[in-house]
């Protein structure tokens, strides 16, 4: 189980579906208004909302709440948000990259190292990991869009740079410019994608064993359960094996 593809995967790992949904909604949200706020409210005309309101729908969030989302970045009042980046390690040497959104650094970043210690991890200096990854664009489509021939024909014409397909969907990478231009000429082919957005792509991966994952789930899901925190990248690897036997 790659770190970079399948947090979706493990933030459904636990029950309260509706209590996920719910923050869920919340941190798409967060995003789309930060997005609309820092260029144009109009998705056609700013790349970073057209990924936000992507993931948005890939999400299940309702077209209401999303132009909600959109119109608060325009409010007098609206909530100022710092985007934060840290970096750590978790059980087993894995690296960290932890995305947040926050209007309260200083809890934020409270909450973010209590999670991370509490779980067998540590944070570090800035840039203490992200050297190990690439800075890339990321689209991600469901494996209903095709078989892995026809998409990689795709991404090929639309100047990808990279495609990784299993059974559970295709990541096409790309470099940053190119992210939202090769997004465009895919759609027409493919369809609109379930998410576009800058990524961090682990250069090497470390493949985690049964208690060393357990506790990595564990520090991942204490972190998802923030809603200041928006992502988590890293640069593990968790067999299928392994998968079933947590459950």
């Known amino acids: 189980m790659a770190g970079h593809s399948k947090f979706k995967n493990i933030m459904h790992r636990k029950g309260a579906q509706d209590k996920k949904r719910a923050a869920a909604f919340s941190k798409l949200s967060r995003e789309i208004t930060v997005a609309a706020k820092s260029g144009l409210p109009d ?35 609206a909530e100022v948000y710092e985007e934060i980046r840290y970096e750590g390690f978790g059980p087993g040497g ?30 570090g200096a800035s840039g203490s990991v992200s050297h190990a990854f690439d800075r890339m664009g990321l689209i991600n489509y469901p494996a209903s869009a095709g078989d892995a021939e026809k998409v990689f024909e795709a991404a090929l014409d639309a100047g990808a740079d990279d495609v990784s397909s299993s059974d ?23 369809g609109e994608p379930e998410g576009a957005k800058l990524a961090w792509r682990p ?5 985690v064993g049964e208690s060393d994952a357990a506790t990595l789930l564990k520090l991942i899901d204490a972190l998802d359960e923030d809603d200041d925190v928006q992502q988590v990248w890293g640069n593990y690897e968790v067999s299928d094996e392994v998968m079933e036997r947590l459950g």
Do not use: F, Y
């Open 43 to 77: 998705p056609a005309m700013n790349a970073r909302l057209r990924a936000a309101v992507l993931a948005a729908r890939a999400g299940g969030m309702p077209k209401d709440n999303i132009e909600r989302s959109i119109n608060k970045a325009s409010a007098s009042d």
């Open 94 to 123: 894995v690296s960290l990259i932890i995305e947040a959104l926050t209007d309260n650094r200083n809890r934020t970043a409270t909450n973010v190292r209590t999670a991370v210690s509490k779980n067998g991890g540590n944070l």
């Open 168 to 190: 559970e969907g295709h990541e096409i990478w790309t470099d940053v410019a190119s992210l939202h231009e090769v997004a465009k000429a895919l759609e027409p082919v493919l």
């Open 203 to 207: 250069q090497t991966s470390i493949d």
